[in-house]
Nanobody
């Protein structure tokens, strides 16, 4: 069974930082595309970032470029989203997801296949 779990969310002041983690059970996470999405209250879910296991290429939505960094730690089988210079508009529930295609690639901010596997979400609140 494939399961993803996000952690590291919380409350932070504008300009602060958080690091989200995405861990997996049931599969080797670093063999798969991992995409980060977020959903703010009353808004549709949007792609934030994606990392490809095959080529290591990363993608970011324009609004987070220069502030967020996606990375993987193969030894820990964990994917991180380092979020710096957080702003109130970054407030959302953040999810990691994968299409479950072994050694796939990102297609922009998502995988090439349907994202069947999602974590439960981590709340990020940026407020003064």
């Amino acid at each position: 069974q494939v399961q993803l779990v996000e952690s590291g969310g919380g409350l932070v002041q504008p300009g602060g930082s958080l690091r989200l983690s995405c861990a997996a059970s049931g599969f080797t996470l670093h063999d798969y595309v991992i995409a980060w999405f977020r959903q703010a209250p009353g808004k549709e879910r949007e792609g934030v970032s994606c990392i490809s296991p095959t080529d290591g290429i990363t993608y970011y939505i324009a609004s987070v470029k220069g502030r967020f960094t996606i990375s993987g730690d193969n030894a820990k089988d964990t994917v991180y989203l380092q979020m710096n210079s957080l702003q109130p508009e970054d407030t959302a529930v953040y999810y990691c997801a994968t299409d479950g295609l072994l050694w796939g690639r990102c297609s922009g901010l998502t995988g090439t296949g349907k994202l069947f596997y999602w974590g439960q979400g981590a709340q990020v609140t940026v407020s003064s």
